[in-house]
C-alpha cells in the first residue's frame, strides 16, 4: 500500500500539468501589476505616440485628414444607399471611426468608416428583417454585434480563425459583390424603378427596358461616369508629376459630387416635378444616442458573422499593407479591439458597420499623413457637415450616386488573371475562389462567403487526414520492382538533430541495408491521419518482408480465421510485381524531421504500428528514431514511452534516438535480434 502511495505522489510530483498550473500560480501575483500596465498601454496606443508627436507633422495630418473628411462624404452616402438605410446614416457612420483612431489605432494610414462590401452584407440583414424593424435599427444592431464579435476575438486573441478564409475565398468573394453591387445600381443610373432582386435578373430586366431609359437621368449619370473617367485618366498620367493633380484624381468622387448637385440644384430648384431623382438628404446634426433593441440583437447576433468577417479581413489586410509599404508594423491584436469599440459606439447613432477601406487608405498614404491624429481633423469635418454643408447634400442626384458606386466598386473585380494563376497553381484553391463567387451571386453573399470558408476549412482537414509516410528502402540486387511500387530511393532530405536541435543533412541519400526501412513521417501525427499512416507504413512493410512465427504472442500459433488479410497482400504483390524478400527486417527508422506536433491518438497509433511489426514480422525488430524535436519528445516522455539517446546509457526497453539517419542506419545490430524465430516461405 504504501508502495503504491509513493508512485501516486512520484506521479503528480512529476504531471507536467500540474506543474504547469503550480509555476502559474506562483509567478502570476507578482507579474500582475507591470502586466495590466502593459495590457492597458496596448490597449490605448496614443499614450506611446504622442510623447513623440513632432509639430512639424501638424501640417501633413490636416491636410490628410481633411482629405479623407472630404472623400467620405459621397462614399458615405454611396455605402449607405447600397445598404439600402436612409443615406443621411452613411454620415451618422463617419465620425465616430475617425475619432476613436486618434486614440485606439495603431496605424497611422487606415481609414476607416462605410465600405461597399459591409453596405451589401447589411442589406442583405435588412431585406429579411425589414418588415418587423425599420432599416436604422437593424443596420444599428449589426454593428452592435459586428463590434461585440470583434471585441471579443481581440481581447480573447481569436484572430487566428480569420485563417481560414484564405485569399482565393476573398478574391472569389470580393468580386462577386462587386459584380452584385455594381448591378445593383444600374436602374438608379438610367432612371428605372421596380428592378428585380438578382445581379442577373436585374441585367436581363434592365436590357428588356431599354426603350423606358429615362433621358435627364442617363445624362446625369453617364455623364458622373465620364467625369470620373476622365479624371481617374489625368491622374495615373500626370499624378506623378505634380501633388495638385493626384490630389484632384484621388478626390474626384467629391469633385462631381459638387458638380452634379450644383446642377441639379440649378435645373431643379423652381420645378415642382423633379427632373430626375434626388436624394433628399436630410440630417441636423448627429443624432441622439439609442441603444439597439435587445430583441433585435438577438436575431442578428449569427447573421452578424458574415459582415464581421468581411470587415475584419480586410481591414487587418489593408493596415498590413500599408504599415509594410511605409516601413512601421500594427497591433493585429489591438486592431481587432479597435474595430470592436468603434463599431460599438457607432451603433448609438443610427449607422451602419464600418471598417478599413483600401481606397481611402492609399490615399491617406499618399497624403504623407504622419500620426493617427489626422483622425480628429476627419472626424470634425464630418460633424461639420452634419450641422452646416448638409442642407446642400439634399440636392444631390440618385444618378450621379449611383455612378459613384459603381466606378468604385469596378476596381474590385478580379483580375481574371490572378483567378487564372489560382487555377495554374492550385486546383482547391480555384475551386474555393469559384464557390464564393457564384454562390454569392446565385444565392448571398453571407453563405456565399461561409460556403467558400466552410470548402477551405474541409479541404484543410482532409489534407491533414490523407497525409501518409514515405517509405524508403534498398534496391534488390535482383532489379525487381518493388522499390519503385512500394518503396522510395532514399533522397537528400534535412532531419534534426535530438542533442543541439540544429538542421544537419544527409549527404546524398545514403544506401541502405537490405534489412532496414525508413519510414518518413511527412506531416504532424494527429487523429485525423494517426490511423492512416500506421496502416500505410505496415502495409507497404509487409507486402515486401517475409512474416515471421513469433513465439512471444501465442496466438500466432493457431491459425487465424480470417484470411481478408493475407489475400489482400498476395492480390497487391501480384498487381504491382513485388517479389518478396529473402532476409528479415531487422531494423525501422521512423523519421520524425516534419512532425511538429503529435497528439494522444498519434502515439497511440505508433505503439500499435510498433506492436505490429514485431507481431508479425519479428519480435527483435528494433525501432530506431531520428529527427525528432524536444516538444515532441516531451509528449512521448508524457505518455511513458522509453526513449534513450544513442550516446547515453542504453535501457534494454528503450527505443534509441539517434543524432543522424547514417548513425540510425549503420550503428550495430543486436546480434540476438533474430533469435527465435523462423521465416515463413513466401
Known sequence: MERHVEAVKKELRTDVTLNRVANFSRTAPKKFPSAARQYLLDKLPIIQWLPRYSPSWILQDFMAGLTIGVLLIPQGLAYAKIATIPIENGLYSCWVPAAVMVFMGTSKDLSTGPTSILGLLTAEIVRDLKNEYTPTDISSAVAMMVGIWSLLIGLLGLGFLLDYVSIPVLTGFISATAFVIGMGQVGSLVGLSNVPDGAFNQLGNILKRLPHWDGPTCGIGFGTVLVLLVLEKIGKKWGKKHFSIRYMASSR???????????????????????????????????????????????????????????????????????????????????????????????????????????????????????????AITAGFIILTLYVFSPALYWLPKATLAAIIIMAVIHLFGPLSLIWRYWRISLADFIACMVAFWVTIFVSAEIGIGAAAGWSVAWTLLRSA?????????????????????????????????????????????????????????????????????????????????????????????????????????????????????????????DFGMVPFIDSTGITALAELKDDIRRQLGFGVQIRIIGMTKSVRHRFARAGWKLADADGLQDGGADVV?????????????????????????
Open 658 to 682: 539517434y543524432p543522424s539517419l547514417e548513425r540510425a542506419i549503420w550503428d550495430e545490430r543486436d546480434r540476438d535480434s533474430l533469435k527465435g524465430v523462423s521465416t515463413e516461405k513466401a
Open 253 to 375: 468622387a467629391i469633385i462631381v459630387m459638387v458638380i452634379f448637385t450644383l446642377i441639379s440644384y440649378l435645373v431643379n430648384k423652381d420645378r415642382d416635378d423633379y427632373l430626375w431623382g434626388l436624394s433628399e438628404v436630410n440630417t441636423h446634426g448627429i443624432q441622439h444616442p439609442k441603444a439597439p433593441d435587445a430583441t433585435l440583437l438577438s436575431k442578428v447576433v449569427a447573421r452578424s458573422i458574415a459582415p464581421l468577417v468581411a470587415c475584419t479581413l480586410e481591414h487587418q489586410a489593408v493596415g498590413k499593407a500599408f504599415a509594410r509599404r511605409n516601413h512601421y508594423a500594427i497591433d493585429q491584436t489591438q486592431e481587432f479591439n479597435y474595430l470592436g469599440v468603434t463599431n460599438i459606439i457607432n451603433s448609438f447613432f443610427g449607422t451602419m458597420p464600418v471598417g478599413g477601406a483600401i481606397s481611402r487608405t492609399a490615399v491617406n498614404s499618399e497624403c504623407n499623413v504622419k500620426s493617427p491624429l489626422n483622425g
Open 466 to 590: 490523407f497525409v501518409t509516410p514515405s517509405i524508403h528502402a534498398s534496391t534488390p540486387a535482383n532489379g525487381s520492382s518493388d522499390s519503385s511500387s512500394t518503396f522510395q530511393p532514399l533522397a537528400h532530405v534535412p532531419t534534426v538533430s535530438t542533442l543541439n536541435q540544429q538542421v544537419s543533412e544527409n549527404e546524398g541519400g545514403p544506401a541502405l541495408p537490405e534489412d532496414t526501412v525508413v519510414v518518413r513521417f511527412g506531416d504532424s501525427l494527429f487523429f485525423p491521419n494517426a490511423n492512416r499512416n500506421k496502416v500505410e507504413a505496415l502495409e507497404a512493410i509487409q507486402l515486401v518482408y517475409p512474416s515471421v512465427q513469433n513465439p512471444h504472442y501465442s496466438v500466432e500459433a493457431e491459425r487465424s480465421w480470417s484470411v481478408a488479410a493475407e489475400r489482400r497482400l498476395a492480390r497487391l504483390r501480384n498487381e504491382r510485381g513485388v517479389v518478396m524478400r529473402q532476409m528479415p527486417l531487422a531494423v525501422v527508422i521512423w
